[in-house]
């Protein structure tokens, strides 16, 4: 059984065409074939990458951990005070 297509039109940059055009002509293949495998493509295969995607130990976001680590012990209540005061010096507070 053949699978119901749907007729639709787009508009594609000049180049492009071209390019699909000249493809089409030396692998004898229609620019509509080309498009939607390219489409199929883009909407089938690419989300299953998206959705095994898994941390791993190299992953770049394990570098944040503890990046809130230390300064002032009550930085939570007086944030304003070491935020807005311009001169503020830790020692002060020691």
Known sequence: MTEKMVRTQVYLPQDIYEKLKSRADEEGITMATQIREA????VVEQPEEKEGHVLTE???IWQLIGIGKGGPPDGSVNHDKYIYTRDWDPEDDA
């Open 39 to 42: 489409l199929a493509e883009y």
């Open 58 to 60: 190299d992953d770049p």
